[in-house]
Every structure is written in structure tokens, then in C-alpha cells.
């Protein structure tokens, strides 16, 4: 130990002695003393001496550090605590509705009016299942103030066949239609040229208005996951009548998709033959003989950057016309752009589209029931449709879509009422100014449309779109049976959890035709303006339970007296009451 800390401890012993001393003298008697203050006490502060922020340490053992070496040695410890498990939040459920696989529907109305459905549909195991549909809708007629029996039938039956496979999957259909009417579209003051009214009635009541059409077809398709070849469809379809028309469609419609350089590539391939014919021309001069064999090819591969989104397309086909050796190459632009402009709030889209449209007999027929068996068949050549329009959503339960196209269209079929000649030799039911040809012409379309769609609650949904078209014609005077306006509405609602109703408005504006009556004393031509029309339509349900629905119906609720084609109006107020039924095997 160094002097300095020698001479620190003998004064600490010294001063322990003194303080020893003082205390064994507490107890004495110390007197009294008079002390007499000349002056107050001025108290006075020393000088501070600063200590300094790092302080120089004399002692050399301070500076040295020692090395501290330690070990942890980990060991498991033994616990008995177990959380407990946290539970989720309570959350409101509905009752989840029990899907079944097949159902059944019937309901009948005024005017003789019948309609039922039948779906049934059964997994034969794993990968194999079968289906069916059933339809039938007919009426009895009774339209006022008509000449000719105004009944109608609709009946048509639906089979399938399906087998699902890991990475392809396979079906095939079959299914029978069977179609009743009448062209009942006579002018009130039908032959009324004549002097006797006996002899106006006999050539009324000669009229057999009746047409009968009849529909067979098989068909399949062909769907691959992992391959080149990614589906595939064909359909053959045999149509006729009770006039002797008989026409053939077949087709088929491979597509393939490939990568190039990153880029995804598909093709679709087409092969489309139609041929048929009618025992008859109009005038009953000499029958009519069609057949077409259309191929056609549309690649196309998709371009996408940030927002982008391009559709680069084209068409190719080769159509032959093999009544008339007339055969045609026609190439068409497919290409369709979209934009996120602000992600799903709002979407730009455009585009330029065309293709060949093939016209049959039974496509016209579906279009308009009162065509005569005389139509002269030929495809459409849509050359291109260009347009441009917006989407989006206005609030997360508000979408909207406008759109505005320009299309230009040569060949295209219009309905045009067929004359009355009573010098015609040709005296079927159809040829008395009551039934309908298909003439063709160039047409140009400007259109307008626009659509907004709302889910105002989970129990209430509202829809509305227009459309407005401009057509310019080359030949024909008019764009015959052509609107130029077309309005739809719907309001679908829950009222209860039992109750539900809904209701639907369509509005088609002016079209024009034309009346053609020849006769030894009358001879009218007329171009005659259809008057717009609107259909209001509602419906209302009850659920009784899981299984059984029961509901009514009612159409052109307001009763318009409004032509649908040319001298053919429609039925009045109809009202309809049935049900629905699902079930399982």
C-alpha cells in the first residue's frame, strides 16, 4: 500500500477518537452565558470550486480492465400454463339455401296460355353426369278483332351427356323442337273489294294460316386443359317445315393456343356448311335451292402493359357459294383495347370488329315466326364495327357503361312484308299479304347505347339501358323493321324473406314496312309507319319453403294495342299463376 493511503487512514482513527471524546462529555453541566449581539449576521457565500466533467484518475489500478469470461448454460424450464383459446366475433348469418339439382315449373293463364319446365340433371359417378330440359309454352289465342286463328306452340326437349376428366372434359348433346303458327297478320279490310260479303268471307275462311316447324339436332364439345389444342365444337342441325323446306347446318369450331416468344397466341378455326331448299318460290313459279361453305381462320394474341390491355385479331374466310360457283375471300379487323383509367372505378375500351355471319332459315324463323317458306338465303358480310366507350362504377353498387359505334354491313337481312296479289298462283297461307320475305342491302349504323346498373341494397337491384340508331341504306328506301330506339328497365326486390317481386319495361320506337294489295278493283302501296311501343311487366313470388315457389305473373300490363310486325298485334293484358318445384333423386 502506497504512503499516501498510509497517512488517509491515520487521520480517519483521529477523527473517530475526537468524536469518542465530545460524546462521554454530553452529560456535564456546560452553565449559563449571556451573549449580547452589537450587530445582525450578514451571512456571505464562499467561492464554488467547478468539478471538472472528466475527472483525472491518479490511481493507476483504475485504468486496467479486467477480462470477464462467463458461460450461459441453457436448460428447458417446466411450465404448466396453457393460453386460452381466443374466440371470433359473433357475425350475423343467414340461413344458407339448400341447392337442388332439378326443378319443375308450371303455369297457366289467360288466353288458353300453358307453360312448364323440367330440368333434371344426375351424376352417374365421379366424372359422368346426364341432364335433360323440358319446355313447352302454347296459347289458345283470342286476340280481338283478328281474322285468322292466332294459336301458337312451342315445345322443345334438351339431352346431354357429360364426363369430366383431371385435365379434359367432354359432352354430348342432343334435342328435338317442335313449333305451331299461324300467320294470322290480315288487314281488317282484307278483301273488302268484293261485293258480296259472302264471297269475302268464303276466301277467308279458305285461308289455312297454319305453319308447323321442326328442328333436330347433335351436337358435343371438347375442352383440354394442358394441351395445344384447347377446345373444340361441333353441331348438326336439321330444320323443316310443313311447306316441304328442308335445310342442313353443320359446323365445327377448333380453337388452339400456343406461346411465341412469351406471348400467348390462339387461333380459332371455322368450317360452317349450310345448304337447303324450298319447294317454291313467293309466286309459285320454280322451287329455291341454297348451300354455303364458309372457312375461316381468327388468330390473335394479346398485348398487356400497366393498364393496357390489347386484344391484335383478324379474321380470314373463304366463302363458297355452291349453287352459283360465286366464291369470296374477306378479311376483317378484330381488335379490341382496354384502359384502367383509375383500376375497376373507370375503364376506357374500344374497338374494331368484324366477321361473316352465315343467314339460315331457322335462325330468320327464330327472329320473326311469320316469315313465308320462300326466303332467299345469303350470308352477311359485317365489314367492320367500330366503336369506343366508357365503364365503370359511379359508387361500389353503381355501374354504368356508354358506348358509340359506327358499322358498316353489307348483305344484311331485313323482315319486309310480302304483297297481296289475288292474281298470284300461289295460294298458301302465306301469300295473302301476311307473312314476311328477307331482302338484303347495304346498311351503315351509327349507334348510341348506354346502361347503368345498381344494387341499391342486398334486397333491391335496378337496371337501365337505350339505344339509339341512325341507319343509311343503298338500295332499300328505308331500313325496314329497324328501331331507332330501344329502352329496357327492371326493378327486382325483396319485400320479406318469403315475399319477392319484380317488374320490367321495354319500349321499341317507329319502324317502317310496307302494303302492298293488287286486285281487279284496289291497288294500294303504302309505306307504313309502325307506332312505338311499350310493355310493362311484373311479377310477384311467395317462398313457402326451400322447395316450393309460388308466383304470378302479368304482361302489357297497360294493355297497348301495339303491332309487334305488321298487322300483327299482340295479346292484351296477360296474367299468368303458377309454381315451382325443386327437388333431388
Known amino acids: 500500500m502506497t504512503h499516501k493511503i498510509q497517512y488517509k487512514i491515520a487521520l480517519l482513527f483521529l477523527f473517530a477518537g475526537v468524536q469518542a471524546g465530545f460524546a462521554q462529555k454530553k452529560d456535564e453541566n456546560i452553565g449559563t452565558e449571556v451573549v449580547n449581539v452589537v450587530k445582525p449576521y450578514t451571512p456571505t457565500i464562499s467561492d464554488a470550486f467547478k468539478v471538472k466533467e472528466t475527472p483525472t484518475l491518479e490511481d493507476e489500478d483504475n485504468t486496467k480492465k479486467e477480462e470477464i469470461k ?10 404448466t400454463f396453457t393460453p386460452a383459446k381466443g374466440r371470433a366475433a359473433a357475425v350475423d348469418k343467414t340461413k344458407q339455401e339448400k341447392l337442388y339439382k332439378n326443378y319443375a315449373t308450371l303455369g297457366v293463364g289467360n288466353y288458353g296460355t300453358l307453360n312448364a319446365e323440367l330440368f333434371v340433371t344426375e351424376n352417374l359417378n365421379r366424372n359422368e353426369y346426364v341432364g335433360g330440359m323440358l319446355r313447352h309454352l302454347s296459347s289458345q289465342g283470342g286476340i280481338d278483332d283478328i281474322l285468322l286463328d292466332d294459336k301458337f306452340y312451342n315445345t322443345s326437349l334438351d339431352l346431354t351427356y357429360g364426363n369430366q376428366q383431371k385435365d379434359f372434359s367432354w359432352n354430348v348433346d342432343a334435342g328435338y323442337q317442335h313449333q305451331v303458327y299461324n300467320w294470322y297478320g290480315l288487314r281488317n279490310d282484307f278483301a273488302n273489294d268484293l261485293a258480296d260479303p259472302q264471297d269475302r268471307q268464303d276466301l277467308i ?14 351436337g358435343g364439345r371438347f375442352s383440354a386443359k394442358e394441351s395445344i389444342f384447347k377446345e373444340a365444337s361441333l353441331k348438326f342441325n336439321h330444320f323443316s317445315d310443313a311447306f316441304g323446306s328442308s335445310e342442313n347446318r353443320f359446323y365445327v369450331k377448333p380453337t388452339v393456343g400456343f406461346e411465341v416468344s412469351g406471348r400467348k397466341i390462339n387461333a380459332n378455326f371455322i368450317i360452317d356448311y349450310l345448304g ?6 313467293y309466286f309459285g313459279l320454280t322451287d329455291i335451292n341454297y348451300g354455303y361453305t364458309n372457312i375461316g381462320v381468327q388468330p390473335s394474341f394479346v398485348y398487356q402493359q400497366d393498364d393496357l390491355t390489347v386484344n391484335l385479331g383478324a379474321g380470314l374466310f373463304y366463302s363458297m357459294d355452291n349453287e352459283n360457283s360465286d366464291n369470296k375471300f374477306f378479311v376483317y379487323p378484330q381488335i379490341t383495347a382496354t384502359y384502367r383509367i383509375v383500376g375497376d372505378v373507370m375503364i376506357a375500351y374500344a374497338g374494331a370488329e368484324g366477321s361473316l355471319k352465315q343467314n339460315s332459315y331457322r335462325d330468320l324463323v327464330q327472329e320473326n315466326f311469320f316469315v313465308s ?8 358480310d359485317q365489314k367492320y364495327d367500330v366503336y369506343v366507350g366508357l365503364k365503370g362504377k359511379i359508387a361500389n353498387n353503381v355501374g354504368f357503361n356508354i358506348r358509340g359505334s359506327y358499322k358498316n354491313e353489307d348483305q344484311k337481312a331485313m323482315f319486309l312484308n310480302n304483297p297481296y296479289n289475288n292474281e298470284n298462283a300461289n295460294q298458301e297461307g302465306y301469300a295473302f299479304g301476311n307473312s314476311f320475305n328477307v331482302v338484303y342491302d347495304n346498311v351503315k349504323t351509327i349507334s348510341f347505347f348506354g346502361e347503368l346498373k345498381a344494387d341499391l341494397s342486398k334486397n333491391v337491384s335496378f337496371g337501365v339501358s337505350g339505344t339509339f340508331n341512325s341507319y343509311t341504306t343503298d338500295d332499300q328506301a328505308e331500313a325496314w323493321n329497324l328501331p331507332e330506339l330501344q329502352i329496357a328497365a327492371n326493378l327486382d326486390f325483396n319485400i320479406t324473406e318469403k315475399w319477392y317481386a319484380g317488374t320490367s319495361l321495354f319500349f321499341v320506337g317507329e319502324r317502317k314496312d310496307v302494303f302492298s294489295y293488287t286486285s281487279l278493283l284496289r291497288n294500294e302501296l303504302e309505306t307504313v309507319t309502325l307506332d312505338s311501343c311499350f310493355d310493362l311487366n311484373a311479377h310477384v313470388g311467395y317462398r313457402y319453403n326451400d322447395r316450393l315457389t309460388a308466383f304470378l305473373k302479368g304482361n302489357n300490363l297497360t294493355s297497348q294495342d301495339y303491332q309487334k310486325w305488321l298487322n300483327y298485334p299482340v295479346q292484351g293484358i296477360q296474367v299468368m299463376l303458377g309454381a315451382s318445384y325443386k327437388f333431388d333423386f
Do not use: M
Open 276 to 281: 337447303g331448299s324450298f319447294e317454291k318460290d
Open 70 to 79: 462467463y458461460n450461459i448454460f441453457s436448460f428447458p424450464v417446466a411450465s
Open 205 to 218: 275462311n279458305s285461308i289455312d294460316p297454319q305453319q308447323t316447324y321442326q328442328n333436330i339436332y347433335v
Open 373 to 380: 317458306p320462300t326466303l332467299g338465303i345469303a350470308p352477311t
